[in-house]
């Protein structure tokens, strides 16, 4: 009998870890707002695991994503895409604004999707291009973007050449394809910039396709701190795997009760 309580214990543990690491979940988080396809996810595929202990991502895509859903202000040939844009949050002068990134594109050739993050004000007014990304026929350099905008921030590395890999969920039918040269990921990627105005702001994070609609690319974004205070949302359990969880500790104490008695 004790044997049986102890098992259905680390089953329902197990369970209900395995909810914890769920599938991707597609939406804005709470308080963000959404343009396309956007949501949040747990590393998969060439999307390894995060830096800095973090165990979730936000992301965007095009796979799905709208007209003119991803574009940077100033560019031209967008077709479709998706923006993630964060609640207001307060920051003050000096504060260092700091996340990483990760993008992939199964995209090539001349058909350059990009990716992008700026610094908002209150007004919706830039303050800050924060990173560039870019496909482009390999060798090259994928971060910064080839042809963009340089970015107010300061990134470590500076630059990544294009990683070969473009497995990843969140690409959906065009994960692990590609499209001639330059198909690949950055790996992870940080962006740190000083907050020079004390004042309210919030994040913008976009991703685009280039001139045609296929061959999606994507964009993962974990980790960001104002100041070393998180503003992307962290992992809450489920209330299903809130409540296996409950059930896997109540019959291990149940079990370890018994075996006391005994």
């Keep these: 009998m004790r044997k049986l309580l102890l098992a259905g214990a680390a089953a329902g543990l197990a369970l209900a870890a395995t909810e914890l690491q769920a599938a991707p979940s597609y939406g804005a988080p709470a308080g963000w707002t959404g343009v396309g396809t956007v949501g949040t ?36 040939g967008e077709t479709n895409g998706s923006s993630l844009t964060s ?23 001349g058909f350059a999707d990009y990716a992008w993050a700026i610094l908002l004000d209150a007004t919706d007014t830039q303050v800050a291009l924060l990173f560039t990304a870019r496909t482009v026929p390999a060798p090259g350099n994928i971060v910064p973007g080839t042809g963009m905008p340089a970015p107010d921030a300061t990134l470590t590395p500076p630059s990544v ?35 020079t105005t004390t004042g309210n702001y919030k994040l ?13 690319s994507g964009m993962a974004i974990a980790g960001a701190t104002i100041g070393g205070t998180p503003i992307d949302p962290q992992p809450v359990p489920e209330p299903a795997s809130l409540a296996l969880l409950g059930m896997g500790l109540m019959g291990l104490g149940y079990a370890v009760r018994r075996r006391r008695a005994a």
């Design 87 to 109: 609640p207001l949050f307060a920051a003050n002068a000096g504060d260092a604004l700091e996340f990483y990134f990760n993008y992939v594109t199964s995209d090539g050739a």
């Design 41 to 76: 996810g747990t590393p998969n595929g060439d999307v390894g695991t995060i830096p800095g202990g973090h165990t979730q991502y936000l992301f965007v895509t095009t796979d799905g994503g709208v007209s003119d859903g991803g574009n940077l202000l100033g560019l031209g």
């Design 204 to 216: 913008r994070f976009g991703v685009t396709n280039w001139s045609d609609g296929a061959y999606d």
């Design 161 to 195: 050449a294009i990683q070969p890999g473009t497995t990843w969920d969140e690409l959906g039918s065009s994960s692990g394809g590609c499209f001639d040269s330059g198909c690949g990921n950055s790996g992870w990627v940080q962006s740190t910039y000083t907050i």
